[in-house]
């Protein structure tokens, strides 16, 4: 998907990160795995089983705080305002954080400070930084 799934262009160097870790096709075969036990049409079931355990979890847990952070729709971006709605409306504790900026598939690429600094202020304010419960 990269470099053709962030909103900005990736340097050279960053695209050899990424692919360092898979110089053969047998190192590769992870990642085949993985996307092939995506949970679609109900299969594999244990998948789907994990998934529905979690969804549960999400829904009914209100005691542990979660941060959702959005963005503009970049390049391949899967999380569109019918999902963003479906979460607010589903899960338990779930804060919401906005950003008119753009960002693909990934995101970490396209906004590193952005999301570094959301978090950041996301956990002070719920007291869970190391740093943050030692100081207070």
């Known amino acids: 998907m990269l470099p053709g799934s962030v909103a900005g262009p990736l340097a050279g160097e ?3 990160t990424y692919r360092r870790p898979y110089p053969t096709r047998d190192s590769r075969l992870p990642l085949l795995r993985w996307a092939r036990s995506m949970p679609l049409g109900g299969e594999p079931a244990d998948v789907v089983a994990r ?10 847990s209100a005691d542990v705080p979660k941060l959702l952070l959005t963005f503009q729709p970049g390049p391949g971006t899967m999380m569109g305002p019918e ?4 979460c607010a409306a589903e899960m ?41 419960v030692s100081a207070g």
């Open 51 to 60: 998934v529905d355990r979690y969804d549960d979890w999400l829904a009914h």
């Open 14 to 16: 960053d695209l050899d």
């Open 83 to 86: 999902l963003i709605e479906w």
């Open 92 to 132: 338990a504790g779930l804060e919401i954080a906005e950003h008119d900026l753009v960002a693909g598939h990934h995101t970490p690429e396209d906004q590193p400070d952005a999301i570094a600094a959301t978090i950041a202020a996301w956990m002070d304010e719920h007291g869970l930084r190391k740093d943050a």
